[in-house]
Every structure is written in structure tokens, then in C-alpha cells.
């Protein structure tokens, strides 16, 4: 979700598919497809807040991955992050804070709309 100050401009939702995907896979992707429709639709520089420490470091290039899966999702959403003249920072999560409750509440949607089970 993206907000402009206060107001929620932009939701969407990305399901991985019925496979098992880790948190982490499954944050460094939403963080892919959220670049990739900045790019598409040319927004410059964007404040992206994470709330994984892993994603930020990582694709901010100060720590490295050895995860096959993210090999090749790592370049691309730098690449995209430049590109865009974003910027990416950690947000500490479940702090009270109003963003990623509502990031919560929207991927549980998702796993609802998609029939998957909380456990």
C-alpha cells in the first residue's frame, strides 16, 4: 500500500501461489512488484519503509545473500530502486504503527481470498 502523508492512495495484493514460500521470499517479492509498478508508471523518488531489516540491508547492498531463491530478485529490485530514485528504510513492525497493521490486515486478505488458512 502506498500512502501520500496520511491518505492510502494505491492498495494491491500479490499472491505467491499455493507453493510454500518463506516471509522472507515472500517480502523481498512484494518488495519486487512494489518497484516494478513504481517503474511502470515513472513515480520517482518513492520513501519505501520495511519492516524487515533482511530486505532493507540486503537490497540497500550493505549485507549479502546466499539464498538461491533471491539470487536473482536481489539485482533487479536494486536495480529498480535506483532506477526509480527511491529510497528503502527499516520501520520497526508491530510498534503501533498504523501502516504495517493495515499491511498485516491487507495479507490476510490475500490468503483469505486465496483460501489458505491462518494457522
Not at 34 to 62: A, C, F, G, P, W
Request: hydrophobic share 35%; charged share 20%.
Amino acid at each position: 500500500m502506498c500512502y501520500d502523508g496520511d491518505t492510502e492512495k494505491f492498495i494491491g495484493k500479490y499472491y505467491l501461489g499455493p507453493e510454500r514460500h518463506t516471509n522472507n521470499y515472500a517480502e523481498f517479492k512484494a518488495l519486487l512488484f512494489l518497484l516494478m509498478v513504481l517503474d511502470h508508471y515513472e513515480l520517482k523518488r518513492v520513501s519505501i519503509y520495511s519492516d524487515s531489516q533482511l530486505v532493507v540491508n540486503t537490497v540497500n547492498q550493505q549485507w549479502q545473500t546466499q539464498s538461491p531463491s533471491l539470487l536473482h530478485v536481489v539485482p533487479m529490485a536494486y536495480a529498480l530502486l535506483v532506477r526509480g530514485n527511491h529510497t528503502l528504510e527499516h520501520l520497526k513492525g508491530h510498534d503501533g504503527n498504523k501502516g504495517n497493521e493495515r499491511a498485516d490486515a491487507l495479507a490476510n486478505e490475500c490468503l483469505d481470498d486465496a483460501g489458505i488458512p491462518l494457522a
